[in-house]
């Protein structure tokens, strides 16, 4: 069975930093596509940043610049490095992980992220 659990998310001050894990279990990262996503109120879901079992990665172009994925192999865990925070970062942050035989795709619980002064 799939499990992913995110965390680090919180209420930080614009400008600030936030750093979100996610791990996982009945699933290895570095062989398959795992990606974060968001969910502000009142919007669709969309792509943060993902990085491919090859090590590729591809960012929102609100994010680039600002935001970081990266995989620990050894702990079986994702990261998103957050800097230079803005209001418009706030939203639910989702973890997620593509597997392509079958085409399935799993997601964490979210873990809240607010940005507010």
């Known amino acids: 069975q799939v499990r992913l659990v995110e965390s680090g998310g919180g209420l930080v001050q614009p400008g600030g930093s936030l750093r979100l894990s996610c791990a996982a279990s009945g699933v290895i990262f570095n062989r398959n596509q795992v990606g974060w996503y968001r969910q502000a109120p009142g919007k669709e879901r969309e792509l943060v940043a993902r990085?491919?079992?090859?090590?590729?990665?591809n960012y929102a172009d609100s994010v680039k610049g600002r935001f970081t994925i990266s995989m620990d192999n050894a702990k079986n865990t994702v990261y998103l490095e957050m800097n230079n925070l803005n209001t418009y970062d706030t939203a639910v942050y989702y973890c997620?992980?593509?597997?392509?035989?079958?085409?399935?795709?799993?997601w964490g619980q979210g873990t809240q992220v607010t940005v507010s002064s």
């Open positions: 997620t992980v593509f597997l392509s035989l079958p085409p399935v795709r799993y």
């Open positions: 990085i491919s079992s090859g090590g590729t990665t």
